[in-house]
């Protein structure tokens, strides 16, 4: 993050934690009770401390995007399983290998509208993923092919998890709240993909679909790669027909096949009247 111009006349934090490193050991200065409090790990880490953690969690990546100049993502969900074709011998079931072709079009889509992107200077229609492998690292992958920049918001898992190589760095965060971690997928969405996936790929397309559902989101194009694995996955026509959800929401989304559909649709796309 850069430095700003200081606004008042105060001593830095930065200048009393280096402070704090060089003072005479004490018993008094070993205690726990004497660390700067916004410095203690121990502290930061507190049950009642979550509140802090929850806002500092927010406001971290806000500063950093707001500081890149970015003003609008185009949000790529998807399986992190699915590999690239080159790796389809290691896909653990035949299906699992045939839906690779769900990451070259996640790396065509994104490199293409990473290059639109870069007719605005990188700050509109950035990719953004989940940071992870699968269809994640296809979506950054085809960003960093197109001399693009691309987010990745990471979460820590109990298995071991790092970003894909081709995340933007200063781009690349790490999460320890789900919730969190959603909000800023959606904070500036001018659009949402969504490709095959497994719980997590469901839990973020019908939480998203469900804020425009109920008008706490505005309409944006919603776009499902694979008409075929959607209607197969999820009855929605019955969805619709049972009553739980009305006609009008399967309005909401599209199915889409390639990148180019998936440009032209995000083009055509007109917002509804409220």
């Known amino acids: 993050m850069k430095d700003e111009p200081r606004s008042h006349p105060f001593r830095d934090s930065t200048q009393d934690i280096e402070a704090a490193h060089r003072i005479p050991d004490t018993p008094q200065t070993r205690a726990p009770a004497y660390r700067l409090a916004f410095a203690d790990p121990d502290f930061m880490t507190r049950e009642e401390l979550r509140p802090v953690r929850l806002q500092l969690e927010l406001l971290k990546p806000q500063l950093v995007m707001d500081e890149r100049g970015i003003e609008s993502t185009i949000v790529l969900f998807g399986g992190a399983r699915i590999p690239a074709p080159e790796h389809k011998s290691l896909a653990k079931t035949p299906m699992l290998a045939d839906l690779t072709r769900y990451y070259d079009e996640a790396r ?102 469900t804020l425009i559902q109920t008008k706490r989101m505005k309409p944006i194009p919603f776009l499902l790669f694979g008409r075929g694995w959607w209607e197969t996955v999820i009855n929605w026509g019955h969805l619709a027909e049972a009553g739980v959800i009305s006609p009008e929401d399967l309005k909401l989304f599209q199915f889409v096949e390639t990148a180019e559909e998936a440009m032209a649709a995000i083009d055509a796309f007109e917002t509804p009247c409220p």
């Open 108 to 209: 065509r889509f994104s490199r293409m509208m990473t290059e639109r992107s870069m007719e605005s200077y990188g700050k509109q229609n950035v990719i953004v993923t989940g940071g992870g492998p699968g269809v994640m690292e296809a979506g950054n992958r085809g960003a960093a092919e197109a001399g693009g920049q691309s987010i990745g918001l990471n979460i820590v898992l109990p298995h071991e998890q790092a970003p894909n190589r081709y995340v933007t760095p200063d781009l690349s965060f790490n999460f320890h709240y789900f919730a969190i971690r959603k909000m800023h997928f959606l904070m500036r969405a001018a659009a949402v993909c969504i490709f095959p996936g497994g719980f997590g790929t469901l839990d973020e397309m019908f939480e998203s679909l």
